[in-house]
């Protein structure tokens, strides 16, 4: 139960911070990024939360790994925190992990597949969820 209420609390406290990311974008682009209306140009917060998390879990899975942070402070940081704010930190530390292994063709695959199938998947729950034009 301790273990779940570490990642618990770090993915709120990461699932704030996303939070803030995006309300803190909004505020600066103001007509430039973000069109009026709130209509997106482009996605510059998910951008900032992608390349942070994936920095910070590449900072953090080494300090677990030889014992630099305790157990607990990785599942806290990495699972709940980061996971809370990015899981796209998983996905690059994940495809990390398959290059130093010099297994380049899985790489391709991953990394292939997670964003063919991820946008697919998008697009067929908005095709599925969208209303039909009745006219």
């Given at each position: 139960m301790e273990r779940l209420l570490l990642v618990a609390l770090g993915g709120a406290v990461g699932a704030g911070m996303r939070f803030g990311v995006s309300e803190g974008v909004l505020r600066l682009a103001a007509g430039g990024e973000i069109g009026a209306g709130g209509g997106l140009r482009w996605p510059l917060a998910t951008l900032i939360v992608n390349v942070l998390g994936c920095f910070f879990i590449g900072m953090l899975a080494p300090m677990a790994g030889d014992g630099r942070i305790?157990?607990?402070a990785r599942l806290m940081l990495v699972v709940g925190l980061l996971g809370g704010?990015?899981?796209f930190s998983a996905f690059g530390w994940e495809v990390l992990e398959l290059m130093r292994e010099g297994r380049f063709g899985a790489v391709l695959g991953v990394v292939a597949l997670n964003n063919l199938l991820g946008i697919g998947a998008v697009w067929?729950?908005?095709l599925i969820a969208s209303p039909t034009d009745a006219g």
């Open positions: 305790s157990a607990e704010f990015t899981t067929g729950g908005w």
